[in-house]
C-alpha cells in the first residue's frame, strides 16, 4: 500500500505563486510515475503534470510554461511550483502515484487533495 500526502495549497492572487509538495510513503517500486492533478468545482479531474522516477515530464497545455513538476527520488516526495496563476487554475490539486509490479500488477494511488483558490 501507498500512501500520499499533499502540502502547500492555500490562497493567493492572480499572478502570484504556490509551491505544492507531496510526500509519498509505503510500498514504493523503484520505477514510477508521480503527479499531480486537479478538479474544479462541477468538472472532472484533469492532468496538470507526471513525472517518471528518470525526471520525464508531461504537462498539460493549459499549465505549460507557468508549471513545473519536480521529484526527489530518496525523499519519494514530488513537488509543484506553481507561477503566474490565473483564477481558472483554482480547485483541489491530487497527488498520485502510478506504478507496476510483475507480481502485483498495477498500482494507482491517490492522495487527499489540497485546496488552491486564485482570486482576481
Known amino acids: 500500500q501507498v500512501r500520499l500526502v499533499e502540502s502547500g495549497g492555500g490562497l493567493v492572487q492572480a499572478g502570484g505563486s504556490l509551491r505544492l509538495s507531496c510526500a509519498a510513503s509505503?510500498?514504493?517500486?523503484?520505477?514510477?510515475?508521480m503527479g499531480w492533478y486537479r478538479q474544479a468545482s462541477g468538472k472532472q479531474r484533469e492532468l496538470v503534470a507526471t513525472?517518471?522516477?528518470?525526471?520525464?515530464?508531461n504537462y498539460s497545455e493549459s499549465v505549460k510554461g507557468r508549471f513545473t513538476i519536480s521529484r526527489d527520488n530518496n525523499k519519494n516526495m514530488v513537488y509543484l511550483q506553481m507561477n503566474s496563476l490565473k483564477p481558472e487554475d483554482t480547485g483541489v490539486y491530487y497527488c498520485?502515484?502510478?506504478?507496476?509490479?510483475?507480481?502485483?500488477?498495477?498500482?494507482?494511488?491517490w492522495g487527499q487533495g489540497t485546496q488552491v483558490t486564485v482570486s482576481s
Open positions: 498520485n502515484l502510478k506504478q507496476f509490479s510483475a507480481i502485483y500488477g498495477p498500482g494507482d494511488y
Open positions: 509505503g510500498s514504493i517500486y523503484s520505477r514510477n510515475t
Open positions: 513525472i517518471t522516477t528518470s525526471s520525464s515530464t
